[in-house]
């Protein structure tokens, strides 16, 4: 993994969850592919610390944009160099489950929420990039998405392949749970190909 989180007593004694990305991450590599082609990220070079430092910052400027979008995410609370603080996701028994680790009561209501999840995103100019089950939990009844370090801007040359992907992990794992989703009827849902708002 490219960093390890921790929780700690944040303002008013709440727990808050602390981000900290390893500089000599393994990942380094994987992390400039999503950072070359971001705009907000350009002439950041091959130097290992400054990629890691710029992969926080986008993290922690793709969560305000989500949440600004009205996605449901860890709510940023800080960033500092290679550190990010977000809101807390779990109780006293542990962090939140992950969408596949519980037994989903309801799929289609799942399913609409991280659709339209999805279709915020990239309206707000973000596509997530490695949505699926493992980065979406069930804290205090919301569903709510993680690991946007990863999300790149609608700009960025891979962003339409990255959605396509989205859009087959999130049909595949709805699949599983016995509903019919066509991953390209969910890509023309996101993108809004036909215009239409309401289907």
């Known amino acids: 993994k490219e960093a390890n989180v921790y929780t700690a007593l ?31 990220f350009r002439g950041i070079g091959s130097d290992k610390k400054k990629v890691v430092l710029a992969w926080v910052r986008k993290e922690y400027a793709n969560l305000m944009r989500a949440q600004k979008a009205g996605v449901r995410v860890p709510r940023p609370i800080a960033v500092e160099r290679n550190v990010l603080v977000m809101e807390y996701l779990g109780t006293d028994e542990g962090r939140a489950k992950r969408l596949s680790e519980v037994d989903i009561e309801n799929p289609e209501t799942a399913f609409e929420v991280v659709r339209e999840y999805t279709r915020r995103l990239y309206s707000a100019g973000l596509v997530h990039g490695d949505f699926s089950e493992y980065n979406v939990v069930f804290h205090e009844g919301q569903l709510v998405v ?10 960025h040359p891979n962003s339409r392949e990255f959605l396509e992907r989205d859009c087959e992990n999130v049909a595949a794992f709805f ?10 009827d969910l890509l023309a849902f996101v993108v809004d190909e036909d215009g239409d708002d309401e289907n």
Not at 13 to 38: C, H, P, Q, W
Not at 146 to 155: E, I, M, N, P, R
Not at 175 to 184: A, K, M, S, T
């Open 146 to 155: 993680l690991d946007l370090g990863q999300a790149v801007t609608v700009h």
């Open 10 to 40: 944040g303002p008013q004694d709440t727990e808050v969850a602390v981000k900290v990305y390893r500089i000599n991450a393994s990942e380094f590599v994987d992390m400039r592919g999503y950072l070359d082609g971001d705009p907000r």
């Open 175 to 184: 699949g599983r749970q016995g509903l019919e989703v066509d991953p390209d």
